[in-house]
C-alpha cells in the first residue's frame, strides 16, 4: 500500500534527475563555474593577505548564481517539457496523481541541484586547500559549509517558485515570475518598513498584506552576514527560517498540485 | 447492417460492458474570442468484455478526443465516461487499462529498457515482477536486442513498438490504442496486428483509432463510424462483410462519412 504511494514518486524523481544530469548543458554550466571560481585566485593575489578570503566569497557567489540560474530554468520547464514531448499523456495514464508527480518532479531537481552544489563546494575546498600554504582546512571548512548549506536552502526555495509557475505558464513567464518573486522576498522587509513609515491607514494596510502575501526571505540574508563575520547565529534564528522556508515550499508544491488536478491534456 | 443516426442503446444484456461513453460532449473553445465550436456531440457507445472495437472517421471526427476522456486526460463538459464500472480517470480503473498515445514520442535521455522499468514504477510492480514482464514484453514487441539503446536512436517504429510494449507492461484488462499502426511500413503494420490478436485470444478488451481499414477489419469485432463529433454507424465486422451489401469496410467506411 505505501509502496503504491510512494514507488511513482521515487521513479518520477530518479527520472527527473537522469534528465537533468545526462544535459550537456549542465556540464557547461559547472566547467563556467570553475572557472569563474579560479579567477579568485587572480583577484586574490591583487588584495594584501585576503587572498583566501576573495576565493572563498567570489566561489560562493558563483555557487549561489549558477545554482540559481540551473534552479530556475530546470524548474520552470518541467512541466512544458513533459507537454511539448507528450510524455505527459504516458505519466498521467498510469495511477499517478497530481500531488505525486509534482512531489517526484520536485525532488528529482533538488537532488540535482544538490549534486551541483556539493560538487562545486568540494572544487572550491580544493582551490582554498591548494592556495592556502598553511593547509588548515579546518579553518575554513565549517562556515563554506554553512554557507552552502544557506544557498542550497535558498535554491529549495527558488526551486518550488519555479515549479509551481511551470504549472500553469510558458517558460519564458515562469521564468520572469519566478526571478520577480525571489528578488522580491530579498526586499520582503522593505514593504513592512515603507508601511511602517506611510502616514495613510489604506496603504499601510495594503502594503501588510503585500508583504504577508510575498515570501520574506531577508532572514537568509541576516545568517548569511552573520556567517560572513566567522560568527554562529543562533538556534532560534536557524529554526526559524528553516520552518518558513520549509512551510513556504509545502505552500507553493501543494498550489502546484492543485492547480495540475484541474489541468487538462488535450 | 443496423446504421444509427445517433446511437442510444448498445448493451448486449449478456456481455459485461467494460468501457461506457453515455452522451459525452465536449467543445473547443477558442483562446481569444472563446468561441466555442462542438469537437464531441452527444457520443454514446459501449464495449463490452473481450471485445475489440475499430472507432473510425475522418481526420479531425474527434476520435482521440474520445480516447483522451475515456482514460482520463481530459474531461468531458457533459455525459459520462465508465472504464470498468468506474469513472474515467479515476486511479483504480487506471491500474487496469493500458494506453497508447498517438505519435508516441518518449524521453530522448533513457533507454528502452529504462523508460519501460520507469513505467513499471509508476504501477509500483514489484521488481522480479517487472524485470520478468520487461523480458516479456521486449521479446512480443521484437525489441530485445535494441533496448538498451538510448530512445533519441529509436525509428519512429522502434518508438511506436517501445509505446506498445509500455501500454501492456500492468498486464491491462482494457486497452486504448490511438493509431496504433501509423507510421510503420507493412512489416511493423503485421506485428501490430500479430499482437492485437495475441491479446484478443488472452480475451483482453481493446479499443482503438485507425485510419487503416484493412487492418481494422483483421482484428475488430465491431466498429463505430464518427463524423464531426458524432457516432453515425455501428455494426459488427460479421454484419458488414456478410450481410450489409458492402464490398469491403472501405465502402462502408466512406458510404456512411459520405465521401
Redesign the interface.
Known amino acids: 500500500m505505501v ?2 504511494v510512494i ?2 514518486v ?3 524523481a ?2 527527473t534527475f ?2 537533468t544530469v ?2 550537456r548543458v549542465l556540464y557547461a554550466f559547472f566547467v563556467f563555474a570553475c572557472s569563474i571560481t579560479v579567477l579568485g585566485i587572480l583577484l586574490g593575489s591583487l588584495s594584501v593577505g585576503q587572498d583566501i578570503r576573495i576565493i572563498e566569497d567570489l566561489g560562493l557567489t558563483v555557487i549561489a548564481i549558477i545554482g540559481g540560474i540551473i534552479s530556475v530554468f530546470a524548474g520552470t520547464n518541467l512541466v512544458y517539457k513533459e507537454l511539448e ?3 505527459i ?9 497530481s500531488w505525486q508527480f509534482i512531489t517526484g518532479k520536485y525532488l528529482g531537481l533538488v537532488m540535482c541541484i544538490f549534486v551541483v552544489v556539493l560538487a562545486m563546494g568540494v572544487f572550491l575546498l580544493g582551490l582554498i586547500w591548494m592556495v592556502d600554504p598553511t593547509h588548515h582546512m579546518q579553518l575554513h571548512i565549517g562556515s563554506i559549509i554553512a554557507s552552502l548549506a544557506l544557498v542550497f536552502l535558498e535554491l529549495l526555495f527558488v526551486l518550488a517558485l519555479a515549479t509551481f509557475f511551470s504549472t500553469f505558464s510558458t517558460p519564458i513567464m515562469s521564468v520572469i515570475f519566478t526571478l520577480s518573486l525571489w528578488f522580491i522576498g530579498h526586499l520582503g522587509g522593505s514593504l513592512l518598513d515603507l508601511s511602517k513609515m506611510s502616514s495613510n491607514p489604506a496603504a499601510q494596510q495594503l502594503l501588510t498584506a503585500l508583504y504577508w502575501c510575498l515570501p520574506d526571505l531577508a532572514q537568509l540574508t541576516r545568517v548569511r552576514s552573520v556567517l560572513m563575520y566567522g560568527k554562529e547565529p543562533s538556534q532560534e534564528i536557524i529554526i526559524f527560517m528553516l520552518a518558513y522556508v520549509f512551510a513556504f515550499i509545502f505552500f507553493l508544491l501543494g498550489l502546484a498540485s492543485l492547480v495540475n488536478e484541474r489541468r ?3 | 447492417m443496423d446504421t444509427v443516426q445517433q446511437p442510444k442503446e448498445h448493451i448486449d444484456v449478456t456481455g459485461v460492458n467494460v468501457i461506457e461513453a453515455r452522451g459525452l460532449k465536449k467543445d473547443r473553445v477558442s483562446s481569444f474570442l472563446l468561441k466555442r465550436s462542438p469537437i464531441l456531440d452527444d457520443l454514446s457507445l459501449t464495449v463490452r468484455e473481450g471485445e475489440t472495437y475499430g472507432l473510425l472517421g475522418p481526420n479531425g471526427a474527434g476520435k482521440t478526443t474520445t480516447v483522451k476522456i475515456l482514460v482520463g486526460l481530459i474531461k468531458p463538459d457533459s455525459g459520462d465516461a465508465l472504464v470498468l464500472g468506474q469513472k474515467a480517470g479515476e486511479p483504480e480503473a487506471l491500474k487496469q487499462i493500458g494506453f497508447l498515445p498517438e505519435n508516441p514520442y518518449f524521453y530522448s535521455h533513457l533507454t528502452g529498457y529504462e523508460f519501460l522499468e520507469f513505467i513499471g514504477q509508476l504501477f509500483a510492480l514489484k521488481k522480479k515482477e517487472l524485470k520478468e514482464r520487461m523480458a516479456e514484453l521486449l521479446e512480443l514487441v521484437g525489441m530485445t536486442a535494441d533496448a538498451n539503446q538510448p530512445m533519441r536512436k529509436y525509428s519512429k517504429g522502434m518508438l511506436q513498438r517501445l509505446g506498445i510494449a509500455q501500454s501492456l507492461i500492468n498486464n491491462p484488462k482494457v486497452i486504448f490504442w490511438d493509431e496504433p499502426m501509423s507510421g510503420l511500413d507493412p512489416i511493423g503494420r503485421r506485428d501490430v496486428r500479430k499482437i492485437l490478436e495475441r491479446l484478443k485470444s488472452e480475451g483482453k478488451t481493446i479499443f482503438f483509432n485507425s485510419h487503416l481499414l484493412p487492418d481494422v477489419s483483421d482484428v475488430c469485432d465491431r466498429v463505430g463510424v464518427l463524423v464531426k463529433g458524432k457516432l453515425v454507424a455501428e455494426d459488427s465486422i460479421k454484419d458488414i462483410e456478410r450481410g450489409g451489401g458492402y464490398k469491403d469496410l472501405e465502402e462502408y467506411f466512406l458510404t456512411k462519412v459520405g465521401g
Do not use: G, M
Request: hydrophobic share 30%; proline share 11%; no cysteine.
Open positions: 509502496s503504491s514507488n511513482p521515487i521513479a518520477i530518479i527520472n537522469r534528465e545526462r544535459d514531448r507528450r510524455t499523456y504516458v505519466i498521467f495514464t498510469k495511477p499517478v496523481s487538462e491534456f488535450p
